[in-house]
C-alpha cells in the first residue's frame, strides 16, 4: 500500500497520522475530563445544588458531635457531616481512620443517594501532622472554628 | 566538621558543572579543542565530588548527627539502621541530592567510557548535562541544603514518617530516581546530536544501553512502589492512579517509546527526528514528575514539605530546559535529513504504531494529572480518577497490545500478509478463545474481558517469534523481547483477573468465629498486643483454610508508632500461586467483636510477577548489548594492534 505513496510523501504521512492520533487522543481525554472529573463539596453546597444521584463526588467537613452511630453489624457507621450552615448525613460501611472522631475534619469519597444521605466509600482524616486531604487544609481557620463551635 | 566536608563538596561539584558548562559551549566553536579538553575530565571530577557529598550525607544519618537541621528533623536514635539510611533520602533536601548525584554518576561514566560518537557530539552532550546538572546544584544550594546545622543541636530527632518505615520502600526511592535520572543521558545525547547534527545510527546505539537501563531501574520502581501501595496502605488496590503514581508511569511511557524508536535507529536508521523529540520528552516527563511530586503541590506522603518558593523554583527550571529543548529541536528538526524507508506492514511500522498509542496514552495520563491544577487556579476543584484514566487510556492501550501480539512476528522493511497470516490466524484464535471462554464462565466486566483476551494473544504472540530458531544461537536482546513481552501478558493477566474476581468480606467477628471468602474459610484465633522497636500493635491471630484444606496463620496488626504518633494498618498476606488473601484488622466493636477486612484476590501478584519479568527483559536486552559492544571493541583493538604491527 505504501508503495503507491511517493517517496517523498512518507516521512510527511507518518508524521500526520501520529498527529491525528496524538491530537485526537487529546480531544477524547478533554471531552472526558468535562464529563467525569468529580468534584468537591462541601455540606451547604451539597445541599444547595446535589450533584446527580449516583455521580462520584467528594463531600468535605466536620463530623458533627453525637452523630457518630455503629450498626448492629459493627463495621457500618453512619455520621453527620456538617460545616455550619447545612448537615449531610452519611453512611459508611469499612475499617474507620485512626483519626476519625466526632469533631474532626473528615472527606468523604462516594455517591449522593436519591434519599438525600451520602454513601461514602472511602474516608480520609487528618492522618499525622505531614500528611491531610488537601480540601481539609484549606477550610478557612473561621469555618473550622464556626464548625466546631456548632458541633460543641 | 563532616557536614561542612559534604557542603564543600557540593559546592565544588556545582562549580565543576558550570565549568563543564562553559568549556563545552566554547569547546564547540572552532579551535576550541584546549577548552573541550576539560570537559570530560570536569565530568569524572564533579561525580566523584557530588558522591562524596552523598556519602557524608549518609554518615550523617547513620551516626544521628543531631546537630544537622536535616538529620534531627527526619532521624530518629531509635530507628533500626536500614531506616537510618533510608531517611536520607526520605526527606526532600536529601532526595534532591541524590537527584543530582545519580545525574553527575552518569554525566561521569558517559565521559570515562564513551568514545564511539565523534568527540564533538560527545563535548556537546557533555556540555547538555552539564546545563542541566547546573540548574538542580542551583535549586539544592540555594533553597534545599541538606547541611544546614542547627544553632542548637536537638535533643533528639523528630523520626521518620513509619509509612515509609519499611524494608521494601528504602530502595523505592533510589530506584525511581535512578530510572528518572538516568534519563537524562538520553535527554543530553539528543541534545548534543541536535548541536552537531549527527543523528546517526550510531548516535542510538550509544544511547540504547542507557535507556534500557534507566528503563529497568523505572520498571522496577514503579513495580515496588505499586506493591508498596498495595500491603502498606491497606486498601487492597495496586494502583490509584495517583498523580504521584502517574508521575513515575509517564516518564515509563515516554521511555518505553524512545526505547522501541531507538532500536528502529540503530537497526534501520528511520526514525531519526521522532527518536530525537522522543529523548527531549522522556527525561520532560522526569522533571515534571519531580516538580509535581517535591513541589508541594499535590498533597501526599511524598511532598515532604510545603513551600512554594521551591515549586516556582523548580518550574521556572522546568520552563527553561524543556521549553528550551523544544525550541532546538523545532528549529534543528527540518535539517535532519529522512531516513530509510519502510513499508506499513513491517516491524517498524509496528514499531511506529507503538510509538504513536504509547504518546497517546502518555498526553491521557498527563492532561488528567495536570487537569485538577489547572481547574483550581480557576477555583474549582476537581478529582480526576479511574472513571477518567481506565476507560480513556484503554482506547489506546487495547489496540498498542493487539499490535504488540503480531508487531515481533514481521520483517524489518517490507512484510507480506500471506507470509505471517498463519501466526496472527493462531494469535486471533486463541484470542477470541479466551474471551469467549470467559464470558461465557463467568460473564465479568468488559474491560477485564478484553484485558484477559488480550493477554492471552500477546502471551502466544510473545513466544512465537522463537518458533524455528536455535534457542542456543538466539541472540539475547531477542530474548529480552521475549521475556518483556511475556510479562506485559502475565501483568495484564494479574490486572484484569483481580478486577473481575476479587472478593471482598468485611465483618465485625468474635474471637473463634469462622468467616467465607471465596474459597477461603478464616478463623478468628486470638488478637493480642505486640511490641516493636518503635511501635505496639494489636495482633489478629487468622487461621485461613484454602478449600477445607490445612490452616494457615495469617497475624494482620494495627500498629502505632510514637516517634512521630501515627497509626498504621499492616495487612497480612496469604500468598498461593494462584493469588492472594489480604487481610486487615480494624477497630474493637461492640460486644468483644473485631473488624476485620478481608479479600481474595485472584492471580494479582502476577500483575508484579509480570513487571519483574519486563525489567528481566530489558535486563537480558541490555547484557546482550554491552556484551556485543565489547566484542566489538575487542575486535576493533585486535585489528589495530595487528595493523601497527610491522
Redesign the interface.
Known sequence: MNAALKPKHQRLALLAVALVVVFGAVLLAMWALRNQASYFYVPSDMVATPPEPGQAVRLGGMVEAGSLRTRPDGVTVDFVVGDGEARVPVVFSGIVPDLFVEGSGVVAEGSLRADGTFLATNLLAKHDENYMPRELEEMTAAQKRETIAEAE | MIAELGLAALWLAAALAGLQLIAGALGLREGGAGMAALVRPAAVVQALLCALAFGVLLLLFVRTDLSVALVARNSHSDKPLIFKLAGTWGNHEGSMLLWVSVMALAGGLIAFLERRLPERTMIATLGAQAFVAVGFYAFLLASSNPFERLPVPAAEGMGL?PLLQDVGLAFHPPTLYVGYVGLSVAFSFAVGALLTRQVTPDFAKVMRPWVLGAWIFLTLGITAGSYWAYYEL??GGWWFWDPVENASLMPWLAATALLHSASVLASRDALRA?TIMLGVVAFSMSMIGTFLVRSGIL???HA?AVDPERGSFILVLLAIYIGGALLLFAIRAGTIA?GE?????SREGAL?VN???L???L??VL??TL??LL?EAFG??????P??FN??GA??FLPMLGVLAIGPLLRWRRDSFERIQPSVVAIAVVGVAVLAGVYFLAGIALLPLLGMALAAAVAIGSVLPLRGRSLRRLPLPVWGMVVAHFGVAVALFGMAADTAFQQER???AQVGETVEDGPWSITLVSVEPVAGPNWTALEATLHARYKGGEPSVVQPQARSFWT????T?EAALLTRWNGQLYS?I??E???G?W?L?LWWKPFVTWIWYGGVLIALGGLLALVGRLAGDLKRRSAQAQIAARRAAP
Open positions: 514518617n491497606g486498601w521522532w498533597t501526599s506522603v515532604f529522512e524507508r519502510f513499508s506499513i506492514l511506529v510509538n504513536v498509542a504518546s497517546a496514552i498526553g491521557i492532561l488528567g487537569y485538577p481547574t474549582v476543584r476537581v478529582s480526576v480518577g472513571p477518567y476507560p480513556v482506547v489506546f468485611l465483618v465485625a512521630p504518633p501515627q497509626e494498618s486487615v480494624g477497630g466493636a461492640e460486644g467483636r473488624q477486612r
